[in-house]
Nanobody, 125 residues
């Protein structure tokens, strides 16, 4: 079966760094956009970063210069390097393999595509 397994979440002080990993099994997503979303309690699901099938990257404005998305196709893994973390970055982070045409109604909620289980990132002062 297709599965996306997330690792790397945890607690860190403001200004610190974390690196999230998302490894896919059961399928190779070579030609599908890989994305990172996040959601804090009471907030909307936010698209944080995207790496397209062509290698292009896009970021939420508030994380530009601090976060970097990358992928290792041979390992079916996508990464999110997070530096200079702020308390506002605290959220559950989700990786996803979602076609560009799919409708994303919320984190973990799309008509097509696959989602990781979510991993908690907590940033304290």
């Amino acid at each position: 079966e297709v599965q996306l397994l997330e690792t790397g979440g945890g607690s860190v002080q403001a200004g610190g760094s974390l690196k999230l990993s998302c490894t896919a099994s059961g399928f190779t997503f070579d030609d599908i956009d890989r994305r990172w979303y996040r959601q804090a309690p009471g907030n909307e699901c936010e698209l944080v970063a995207t790496i397209g099938s062509d290698g292009s990257t896009r970021y939420k404005e508030s994380v530009k210069g601090r976060f970097a998305i990358s992928q290792d196709n041979a390992k079916n893994t996508v990464y999110l390097q997070m530096n200079s973390l702020k308390t506002e970055d605290t959220a559950v982070y989700y990786c996803a393999a979602v076609p560009g045409w799919a409708d994303v109604a919320g984190c973990g909620k799309s008509d097509f595509g696959y989602w990781g289980q979510g991993t908690q990132v907590t940033v304290s002062n």
